[in-house]
């Protein structure tokens, strides 16, 4: 398996991770990751865990599909590889400029304001391209397999599978066998579970990560006789280790009732630049925006059609749709805050996140973020609402805002002789950028 991964990273090499680290580096610290809180520690795996786990990964090597025989490592090298690189979409339409004609797609990234979105990972906290974004999760999942081949099977169930509907049954389903054992744990049938079980196959079987859960928490993939039959079948049996780890059981189906998809977060990507004329121009990559390859065609037309349909009476329902449409063109947004010193700072936003998320956002590059501040649109207009989308109150595709201090605040420290300094944190200034 070892070999296995390092061929894949060696052909997908992270074209497009930025400046990122790989798997096996030491992570960097991100200002915008929360420190996770200590994991409860675990006992050492016994050996019989151990082995579990070593199915479990043996799986992963060797895999077999409902309507197809068991596949080699080379053949499962060749799937999961297209598999992945499915994944990675290469855009061969146009994109939109902010404020200018169709672009064609060929982007020289060196010359945007923000050259991709970027996520972190969870599980490795390196910063990741949208693009690599899916690949390089399920690549770390799987590696995770090799120090906790439970909990890494947990993730491929809720990470893998897209249908939240089925995960919920096979998760329930896999729930009732273990509290089979722990509640009936002299009772023989429920150590086995036969593999051609009409409930197995078509609630269990084809998840992924199903079968790696089953064999990390101590079932055996066996042949064995069913009476009146005169071919054996294939079964899970239970290791007689593990009828006894009751309270893990237990645990363990909790944790998978319970689970989450692993997530990557957002990157903000922070920057902060000097002072600058040409702070309100943006120039966005195709990843800020969310047009289908018709739609974009359609969009230089409707550009043209949008005097004569303002100068139209549309009704209610006709605006309605206009504003939907404008809601679903965007799912990022990136924003730059000028301060009253004239520095900038840039950041990357879900164009869905709250106002409130952007109040928060400044609140922490602030030196001292007791100050009350106002934040004004591009128009001048005060952004009250906390509640509102950034892209209900226009901050879409990109904005340039303006920080100013509360007004109560400037005049008790003009009355005091005093004045604010140092806005921005001292760690940001350190890496101030040019604005070009």
């Given at each position: 398996?070892k070999?296995?991964f390092?061929?894949m990273?060696?052909?997908?090499?992270?074209k497009?991770?930025g400046?990122?680290?790989?798997?096996?580096?030491?992570?960097r610290?991100s200002s915008e990751?929360k420190?996770?809180a200590p994991?409860k520690?675990?006992?050492?795996?016994?050996e019989?865990?151990q082995?579990?786990?070593?199915a479990a990964?043996?799986?992963?090597?060797?895999?077999?599909?409902?309507?197809?025989?068991t596949?080699?490592?080379s053949?499962?090298r060749n799937e999961?590889?297209?598999?992945?690189?499915?994944?990675?979409?290469?855009?061969?339409?146009?994109t939109?400029?902010?404020?200018?004609?169709?672009r064609a797609?060929?982007?020289?990234?060196?010359?945007?304001s923000?050259?991709?979105?970027?996520?972190?990972?969870p599980l490795?906290?390196?910063?990741i391209?949208?693009?690599?974004?899916?690949?390089?999760?399920?690549?770390?999942?799987?590696?995770k397999?090799?120090?906790d081949p439970?909990?890494?099977?947990?993730?491929m169930?809720?990470?893998f599978?897209k249908?939240?509907?089925k995960?919920?049954?096979?998760c329930?389903?896999?729930?009732?066998?273990?509290?089979?054992?722990c509640n009936?744990?002299?009772e023989e049938?429920?150590?086995k579970i036969k593999l051609?079980?009409?409930?197995f196959q078509?609630?269990?079987?084809?998840l992924?990560g199903?079968?790696?859960f089953?064999?990390s928490?101590?079932f055996e993939?066996k042949?064995?006789?069913?009476?009146g039959?005169?071919?054996e079948?294939d079964?899970?049996v239970?290791?007689?280790?593990?009828l006894?780890a009751?309270?893990?059981?237990?645990?363990?189906k909790d944790?998978?009732?319970n689970?989450?998809p692993?997530r990557?977060?957002?990157d903000?990507?922070?920057?902060?630049?000097q002072?600058?004329?040409?702070?309100?121009?943006?120039?966005?990559?195709s990843d800020f925006y969310?047009?289908t390859a018709?739609e974009i065609?359609r969009?230089?037309?409707m550009?043209?059609e949008?005097?004569?349909?303002?100068?139209m009476?549309?009704t209610k329902?006709?605006r309605?749709r206009d504003?939907?449409?404008?809601l679903r063109?965007?799912?990022?947004?990136?924003l730059r805050?000028k301060?009253p010193?004239?520095?900038i700072?840039?950041?990357t936003?879900y164009?869905?996140?709250?106002v409130?998320?952007?109040r928060?956002?400044?609140h922490?590059?602030?030196?001292?973020d007791?100050?009350?501040?106002d934040?004004?649109?591009?128009?001048g207009?005060k952004?009250k609402?906390d509640?509102?989308?950034?892209i209900e109150?226009?901050?879409?595709p990109?904005?340039?805002l303006t920080l100013?201090?509360?007004?109560?605040v400037?005049?008790?420290?003009?009355?005091a002789?005093?004045?604010?300094?140092?806005?921005?944190?001292q760690?940001l200034?350190?890496?101030?950028q040019?604005?070009?």
């Open positions: 398996m070999k296995f390092g061929d990273k060696r052909d997908f090499k992270f497009t991770l400046p990122g680290h790989v798997l096996t580096e030491e992570t610290k990751i420190p996770k994991e520690p675990r006992r050492p795996p016994a019989e865990s082995m579990a786990a070593a990964l043996s799986r992963l090597e060797v895999k077999q599909h409902k309507g197809r025989s596949t080699g490592l053949s499962l999961v590889k297209g598999e992945l690189m499915s994944k990675v979409v290469i855009p061969e339409v146009q939109l400029n902010n404020q200018g004609p169709i797609l060929k982007e020289d990234r060196t010359s945007f923000v050259d991709a979105v970027y996520f972190i990972c490795t906290n390196t910063s391209s949208k693009s690599m974004r899916e690949v390089h999760i399920k690549e770390a999942i799987l590696m397999f090799a120090e439970i909990r890494a099977s947990i993730m169930i809720h990470t599978n249908d939240k509907e995960i919920k049954i096979a329930e389903t896999l729930g009732r066998y273990i509290d089979n054992i009936n744990p002299s049938k429920y150590k051609q079980n009409k409930v078509e609630k269990i079987s084809e992924e199903t079968h790696e089953l064999q928490i101590g993939r042949k064995l006789h069913v009476s039959q005169e071919n079948e079964f899970y239970l290791n007689e280790d593990f006894t009751h309270e893990d059981l237990r645990q363990y944790e998978l009732v689970a989450e692993v990557a977060q957002l903000r990507r922070i920057k902060v630049f002072p600058s004329p040409h702070a309100a121009n943006f120039e966005l990559p969310n047009l018709e065609k969009e230089q037309l550009r043209s949008a005097v004569e349909r303002a100068a009476l549309r329902a006709m309605e504003e939907q449409r404008e063109k965007y799912n990022y947004t990136l805050v301060f010193d004239g520095y700072v840039q950041a936003f164009a869905r996140e709250k409130l998320a952007l928060e956002f400044v922490s590059v602030l030196e001292n007791c100050v009350p501040f934040l004004l649109a591009p128009g207009q952004l609402d509640s509102a989308m950034l109150v226009g901050l879409v990109a904005a340039l100013t201090w509360d007004a109560e400037l005049l008790d420290l003009q009355a002789g005093q004045r604010l300094t140092g806005i921005i944190k760690e200034l350190s890496d101030v040019a604005l070009v």
